[in-house]
């Protein structure tokens, strides 16, 4: 059963970065894509932006394409980053990283942003964004 622990969250003011980690205790399996999410209070869960198994086929929601990078650094495979620059008050929320079999790539293309479709998660790293 994979473990996750999200870090790097905190505070900053709008045009800042963060760079968020997502580290497995085991590590992140050769066949598993991993996510990023947020949930604001009152909102539902939002993909923000996932990586494929491949390590170079990503995906993000529109509102943070050019101002966010996901990115697996580590030949271990036990680190996913989510860099966050431009950072606006919008972008406010609790980020849980998450992990699950890829599949086949057009599937995940189609689902990757899907809460339920995940098996594992973290538990979160607040981001708040001051204007």
């Known amino acids: 059963q994979a473990q996750l622990v999200e870090s790097g969250g905190g505070s900053v003011q709008a045009g800042g970065s963060l760079r968020l980690s997502c580290v497995s205790a085991?590590?992140?399996?050769?066949?598993?894509?991993v996510a990023w999410f947020r949930q604001a209070p009152g909102k539902e869960r939002e993909g923000v932006a996932a990586?494929?198994?491949?390590?170079?086929?990503?995906?993000y929601t529109d509102s943070v394409k050019d101002r966010f990078t996901i990115a697996r650094r580590d030949s271990a495979r036990n680190t996913v980053y989510l860099e966050m620059l431009s950072l606006k008050p919008e972008d406010t929320a609790m980020y849980y990283c998450?992990?699950?079999?890829?599949?086949?790539?057009?599937?995940?293309?189609?689902?990757?942003?899907?809460?339920?479709?995940?098996?594992?998660w973290g538990q979160g790293t607040q981001v708040t964004v001051s204007s």
């Open positions: 998450a992990t699950r079999p890829c599949g086949y790539k057009s599937a995940f293309g189609l689902t990757w942003n899907q809460p339920r479709s995940y098996e594992f």
């Open positions: 085991d590590y992140f399996a050769s066949a598993n894509c």
């Open positions: 990586l494929y198994s491949d390590s170079f086929t990503t995906y």
